[in-house]
């Protein structure tokens, strides 16, 4: 079993930037992907950024060149830089880790609210 605590997030006004950040704790040495997805009112569950264990990044088409996912082994710990963050990336943000069996796991989910 994995177990994901998220912190960060919060409120910013557009332009501004925000980070976050998903500790890892339990059965840490089966994780292989860890990362970021978000969920707007009304809307699916979309990724944001996922990195795997080889420092391979993905970020959704909505995110690039805008948002910086990195890694920390040694802390088990994923984050998740926002810059140019607009009011459309308002969302909870959920910490994502996928084990090497294909299992996923789900942190709580942080609010970022992006509003003038």
């Known amino acids: 079993q994995v177990q994901l605590v998220e912190s960060g997030g919060g409120a910013v006004q557009p332009g501004g930037s925000l980070s976050v950040s998903c500790a890892a704790s339990g059965s840490i040495a089966s994780i292989k992907v860890m990362g970021w997805y978000r969920q707007a009112p009304g809307k699916q569950r979309e990724l944001v950024a996922i990195v795997a264990s080889a420092a391979s990044t993905t970020y959704g088409d909505s995110v690039k060149g805008r948002f910086t996912i990195s890694r920390d082994d040694a802390k088990m710990t994923v984050y998740l830089q926002m810059n140019s963050l607009k009011p459309e990336d308002t969302a909870v943000y959920y910490c994502?880790?996928?084990?090497?069996?294909?299992?996923?796991?789900w942190g709580q989910g942080t609010q970022v609210t992006v509003s003038s």
């Open positions: 994502y880790a996928q084990n090497r069996v294909w299992r996923e796991f």
